[in-house]
C-alpha cells in the first residue's frame, strides 16, 4: 500500500503541491470545503476554476472531511491563504500527531498579531516551532503542474524535519534545497510580494525596465535590511527564497501580485482590482503587516511605505514614484545597510 499525505486547502498552491507528491506515488487527499470542488476533483479529475485545463492524478482525491484526509498521513501541507491559516491549523489539531511531518507553503504573515505562519500553526497545533516546515522559493502553480523544472527551498529549525520534507517532494522536476533560516525564508517568501506589486505598479504606469530594475534591487535590499532585523540571515534573500522568488513574482504573467500591481498602475481602483482576481493576492495585506512591522522595528521600508499610501490612503501611483525618487541622496552602501549586515556578523 503507498504511503500517504494530506494537502489541506485545495487553491492553486494547494493543489499543484499535492500534484507533485501524487507524482510520487503517494496517495493524495486534498481537502476542501467546497463539496462541488470536491467532487469536480474526485468525478473529473480537475481543478478547474484554480487550474484551468489540467488533468489531475488517479491517486489525488478530494474530502470535505479534514480526519478523513489526515488519517493515516505521514504528513501534512498547510497551503491556505494567510488569512485563514489560523483557522485551518486550529481544525488540524482535533486530527495531528506527534510523528506528523507538518510543512506550510503560505506566504504572508497574520497580519493582526505581525506573527509568521509557522508561529501561528505551531501555537494552533501546541507543538514546537521546529516542528514546522516552510516550503518557498520562485514556483508558480501553473508550470509545475506542466511538469516545468522548478526549484524551492524547505525551511525549518529541525534538520530531521527539513530533510523529510526535502524527501517528500523531490523529483526529477521539482528539486528542493534544505535551508535552516526559517525565519528568513518565510520573511523572504511574504515580503517579495510587495516589491512584486510595485513592479507590476510601475509597469502598468508605462515606466519601463529601468524602473523595474531598480524597484526589484531597491525592494531587495528593503526587505533583507526589515528581515536581518527580525532575525532572518541576509544570505537567505540572495537565495531562492529572497532573489529567486522576487524575480519570478516580479516578471512572470503567472504572477497575481504583478496582476494586480499592474492594474493598480493603470488607475483601477483597489476593490475592482480585488473583484476581479479570483484569487488570493497576498501583497496587498503584505503591506499592511509591513507597514507596522516596519513601525515597530523602526527600520524603513521606503517602497512598502509608498505602496501602503496608494493601497490604502488612495495616493496617486505617479506621485508615490515621485516621493521615492526625491528621498534625501545616500551612498549606495549606506541605502543597502551594510550597517545591518555587519551587525549581522558580529
Ligand atoms: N499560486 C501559486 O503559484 C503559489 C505559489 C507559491 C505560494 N503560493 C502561496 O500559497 C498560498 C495559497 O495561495 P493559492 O495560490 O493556492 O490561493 P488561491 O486563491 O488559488 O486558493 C485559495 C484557496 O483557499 C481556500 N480558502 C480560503 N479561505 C479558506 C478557509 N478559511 N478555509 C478553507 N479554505 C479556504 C479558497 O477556497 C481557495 O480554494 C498563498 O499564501 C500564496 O502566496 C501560491
Ligand atoms: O502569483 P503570486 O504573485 O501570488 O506568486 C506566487 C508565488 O509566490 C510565486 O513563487
Redesign the pocket.
Known amino acids: 500500500m503507498s504511503e500517504k499525505a494530506a494537502v489541506?486547502?485545495?487553491?492553486?498552491?494547494?493543489?499543484?503541491l499535492a500534484s507533485v507528491l501524487a507524482d510520487k506515488g503517494l496517495d493524495v487527499a486534498i481537502w476542501?470545503?467546497?463539496e462541488a470542488?470536491r467532487d469536480e476533483i474526485n468525478t473529473l479529475h480537475r481543478n478547474e476554476r484554480?487550474l484551468p485545463g489540467v488533468e489531475l492524478g488517479p491517486n489525488l482525491r478530494a474530502t470535505t472531511d479534514m480526519g478523513e484526509a489526515v488519517e493515516g498521513a505521514k504528513a501534512v501541507v498547510i497551503?491556505?491563504?494567510?488569512?485563514?491559516v489560523r483557522?485551518?491549523a486550529k481544525s488540524l489539531k482535533a486530527y495531528y500527531r506527534k510523528d506528523m511531518l507538518v510543512v506550510h507553503?503560505?506566504?504572508?504573515f497574520e497580519i493582526e498579531s505581525m506573527k509568521r505562519v509557522s508561529t501561528v500553526i505551531a501555537e494552533e497545533l501546541g507543538c514546537e516551532e521546529g516542528r514546522i516546515v516552510v516550503l518557498?522559493g520562485p514556483?508558480?502553480?501553473?508550470e509545475?503542474v506542466k511538469r516545468y523544472p522548478t526549484t524551492v527551498v524547505v525551511a525549518s529549525l529541525e534538520d530531521d524535519q527539513a530533510a523529510a520534507a526535502q524527501d517528500l517532494f523531490m523529483n526529477p522536476y521539482f528539486r528542493v534545497y534544505t535551508n535552516r533560516d526559517l525565519v528568513g525564508v518565510e520573511l523572504a517568501?511574504a515580503l517579495k510580494?510587495i516589491i512584486a506589486l510595485g513592479a507590476g505598479m510601475s509597469d502598468g504606469l508605462g515606466y519601463g525596465d529601468n524602473a523595474k530594475a531598480a524597484l526589484l534591487t531597491r525592494g531587495l535590499a528593503e526587505i533583507t535590511r526589515i528581515g536581518v532585523e527580525m532575525g532572518a540571515n541576509p544570505l537567505t534573500f540572495a537565495g531562492l527564497a529572497g532573489i529567486g522568488d522576487l524575480v519570478v513574482t516580479a516578471t512572470s504573467r503567472?504572477s497575481?501580485n504583478w496582476r494586480a500591481g499592474f492594474m493598480l498602475g493603470e488607475g483601477k481602483p483597489l476593490q475592482e482590482v480585488l473583484g476581479s482576481m479570483?484569487?488570493?493576492v497576498?501583497g496587498i495585506r503584505t503591506t499592511k503587516a509591513a507597514h507596522a512591522i516596519s513601525e515597530k522595528f523602526q527600520v524603513q521600508m521606503p517602497i512598502a511605505a509608498q505602496l501602503y499610501h496608494v493601497l490604502f490612503e488612495g495616493l496617486d501611483p505617479r506621485t508615490a514614484v515621485e516621493a521615492l525618487m526625491g528621498r534625501d541622496r545616500k551612498t549606495e552602501m549606506e541605502a543597502m545597510s551594510l550597517e545591518t549586515w555587519e551587525t549581522w556578523h558580529t
Not at 8 to 16: H, K
Not at 79 to 84: E, T
Request: without cysteine.
Open positions: 489541506l486547502v485545495a487553491g492553486s498552491w494547494g493543489t499543484a476542501t470545503r467546497n470542488q484554480f497551503v491556505a491563504p494567510s488569512s485563514a483557522e485551518v507553503a503560505t506566504k504572508g518557498s514556483s508558480h502553480a501553473e509545475v517568501g510580494n503567472h497575481r479570483g484569487m488570493v497576498e
